[in-house]
């Protein structure tokens, strides 16, 4: 289900804070009391690991439990109510993923170890903001909450604002609300050498502006496939890395190619992976003979379609595909 929330309003694009919001919300909001929010960072681009921004959703802290149980991406619309009390919207973003207690944690050290985190204690510092309550678990169990592929984020024209009789004028709060009934323009916005040796967080985590070569979660999953792979194949050669392939079987008789992707949804995961294996299979390997088989590996079970797509893609095609699901 499509879904909709409010994020406090933020001239500077959600690249930094400018304590905006404070000024124009009243009570005992978060950004009234402390200058600041944190979604102020939401579409700070640079801040990359492999391809995902790390990020926080208000709407999200308030349904967190139920969005890490559910282990569903979602898409959601995201609007702001600007000083004039108009109602904006900012974005749409497909697929984004909440994250866990443990993802979260992580992605933070991460944030920590690239510098990332202390620029957002320096931003809130420069507008005169609370530097204690950047994430202070009073107020948000995590600093960080979400996670979802710069590629799914679809932006509105600056001057898409809401009609009078549009039915976002209803909503106020910051929460998550489904838009199933609402208006069509909620759902559709048209515009080297291998090693052997497991992979630790500490070797993902580096300083830069850039992104960051791959997540905390791509990490852990090819810890544990090369852990299943060693059980399963004992006595065979088991690497990681070689010639940029995740993990990598060679047998007597046949080269097994396994690429990660950490999504939840197992046909962003085939679509993801196929373009790289065919790559790897054609330009990075030497089979010397022996079969090749390509898997994809990501964290769910396939559901009857994407299974049915799977085997289109092995029947009609002539792909020698696999999906196998590892789960961190």
């Keep these: 289900m499509g879904k909709i929330t409010r994020i406090a309003y933020n001239s500077a694009d959600w690249h930094h804070p400018t304590g905006e919001a ?33 990020a926080f959703l208000q709407g999200v802290n308030r349904s967190y439990r139920k969005l890490v149980e559910e282990r569903k991406p979602f898409d959601v619309t995201l609007y702001t109510i600007q000083p004039d009390k108009q109602r904006r919207y900012v974005a749409r973003i497909e697929d984004v993923e909440c994250l866990d207690d443990k993802q979260a944690a992580t992605a933070l050290d991460v944030f920590k170890a690239n510098g990332w985190f202390s620029s957002m204690q320096e931003e809130v510092r420069e507008i005169g903001g609370n530097i204690e309550a950047l994430g202070n678990v009073q107020w948000a169990r995590h600093a960080l909450n979400v996670r979802y592929r710069l590629e799914n984020v679809h932006r509105f024209a600056r001057d898409t604002f809401a009609s009078q009789d549009d039915p976002v004028w209803h909503l106020n709060r910051y929460s998550l609300t489904g838009v199933d009934g609402l ?14 040796d497991f992979p630790s967080i500490a070797e993902y985590t580096r300083h830069g502006v850039g992104p960051t070569r791959v997540s905390p979660e791509h990490a852990r999953m090819q810890t544990v496939l090369m852990k299943q792979l060693r059980a399963e194949f004992p006595g065979t050669a088991v690497v990681r890395e070689e010639n940029f392939i995740d993990v990598m079987v060679k047998t007597n008789s046949e080269l097994r190619l396994y690429e990660i992707k950490s999504d939840l949804s197992p046909r962003t995961v085939l679509r ?27 964290r769910n079970q396939l559901s009857n379609d994407d299974a049915a797509y799977l085997a289109h893609l092995r029947d009609s095609v002539g792909l020698p595909l696999e999906y196998r699901v590892v789960t961190v």
């Design 272 to 298: 993801l992976a196929i373009g790289q294996l065919l790559e790897y299979s054609y330009f990075q390997i030497d089979s010397e003979g022996r079969k090749v088989t390509l898997v994809a590996v990501g």
């Design 22 to 54: 404070a000024q124009h919300e009243g009570g005992e909001s978060y950004t009234n009391l402390n200058g600041f929010g944190h979604e102020d960072w939401l579409f700070r681009d640079e801040w990359q690991i492999d391809g995902w921004r790390y």
């Design 183 to 196: 208006r069509e323009k909620f759902r559709r916005n048209g515009g080297r050498a291998g090693s052997a």
